[in-house]
């Protein structure tokens, strides 16, 4: 019998989605790694390994898919999210980015900006708004 061994992450915002719209994806400069609901994903598919994704007051998930957000890189997918997190890291890596105080960041992408307005405490974009967003066949 073979031990998997599971790769953690820790998440803050995972489990904080006060207010956000499920199609609303957070800038959070504290994530290492990138995961969202796979209705904002193109080609999701299953990951070679799992990996556990813990939030704030211990709940946690474990992740097995992965998809490509239009525009950016493949990120960790789940139903179970609470909110869809975008590593900031890993888009000022890609791509340059800009800050206007108290008002938000711009991604400067090479076809278009992508502006992730200050919303209370948090910066936000709804996908809806620029990017694709999927249906399921049960949603349709």
Do not use: C
């Amino acid at each position: 019998m073979t031990l998997e061994v599971m790769e953690e992450h820790v998440i803050n915002n995972v489990t904080q989605a006060q207010g956000l719209l499920p199609t609303e994806i957070l800038l959070d400069d504290a994530a290492n790694i990138s995961v969202m609901n796979p209705r904002l994903l193109k080609s999701v598919r299953l990951v070679g390994k799992r990996i556990r994704v813990k939030g704030v007051g211990g709940v946690q998930i474990v992740v097995e898919h992965v998809g490509d957000l239009e525009g950016f890189f493949e990120v960790y997918a789940s139903d179970e999210v609470k909110a869809n997190v975008l590593s900031f890291a890993a888009v000022e890596d890609m791509y340059d980015v800009t800050y206007s105080r108290g008002e938000g960041f711009t991604v400067h992408m090479p076809e278009r900006d992508i502006v992730f307005m200050r919303r209370d405490n948090l910066y936000v974009v709804d996908w809806a708004e620029v990017g694709s967003v999927h249906t399921t066949v049960q949603e349709n």
